[in-house]
């Protein structure tokens, strides 16, 4: 017999920016495999559970998915309550697939447990909407289309407003890309680094601008583009 | 003096769903303004406050965005701590970039509170994630195209897979303008109402049948569109 596997969206960082649903299933986790992404704070939820991080970032070491993959079946026959803790929501950007694959494989019973994804958090502190009637009546979220195994020069969505996960590093080439395809180089851009934790920093820029780069710090970069990110004291 | 005004998002509609402080907001809240999409188990979070709907629902009878600002002005002049309550995140098809304004130029101070938007936990709950390696890589959120103040026969975005809030009414005409612009007849379809409550009910088609319509009710309705949405078992 083997125990049961909730992936959960931990949100964007902040403790209590976790659903309650969440919070409450990390409160009787018995294990955790939580992402490199995940926070201090979420963390502290899990009272008794062993936590075991499976980290993955661009650039650092990280656990290859089949690794993750291996990692959970095992805990489920280790754990009766096993939580796959993920940053934002577990199915967006997440492998979730790969993840349940795995658990069907090996008949062990999952629920998923939705979370606040990055975007929402990063437009409820700007206080700016991601869509604005008569301004941008849709929304693309999208990340890293670089340095994959199968590069795609033309994948970059149309859409009112562009949400760019992890986009710091890919800013030069996003803007350019874009620019490329007729967006305009007036185009609001704000970058958000650690949305909804303690030294979250925002900044605000033009396309045009983003051609020449960010300066970052080390936390996860989510950046946001289109118009309805003007600042409303300038429309 | 004024109260404070918090645009909190209630989730997809499970009591469970919301985020912690949206939660504990709701329990501490004077006056509640909701919508028509919020649900009676979210309502019961307001321990003390009185509630106002302000609900907007499609071909129903309707308040006014005009009349809902001025609600809300008004409201927090008389009550100290009031909430304004959106279905799902309030910064996606919210119209909170009006409310904003209308609170800002009567210097109301007011926060956000992101919620997790039906589409995560429609994801969730059929276990299938919106992106997907190899397969979709990007995901946009839209709204109605038809039947506004100003149609837009090209507004439909360009992403690999496609969430239509609200899309049941407008399933023929999407499917029709997809198919023409190149999508597969073949691409999966999963139809949520009512997502993440006791009467939740899923139908799975492919885009070429949902050219001849939806048989859906009352209840709110999410169409996803993408090979993202291929059932594990089929691949």
Known sequence: MSGKVWLVGAGPGAAD????RGARILAKADVVLYDALVTPEILALC????????????GQRSTAQSLINQQLVASA??????????????????RADEEMRALEQANISFEVVPGV?????AAASIKQPLTKRGVARNVAFFTSTTGREEPDQAALPECDTLIQYMGGQEAIDTAHRLIAHGKSPNTPVIVIENVSRKDESVSRLSLGEMMHGLSTGEGPVLVMIGEALRSRSDI
């Open 17 to 20: 920016l976790i659903t309650v």
């Open 117 to 121: 994804t990055t975007a929402f958090a």
């Open 77 to 94: 026959f280790l754990y009766e309550r096993v939580v796959r803790l993920k940053g934002g929501d577990p199915m967006l950007f997440g």
């Open 47 to 58: 009272r008794s559970a062993d936590l075991i991080s499976v980290g993955k970032r661009s």
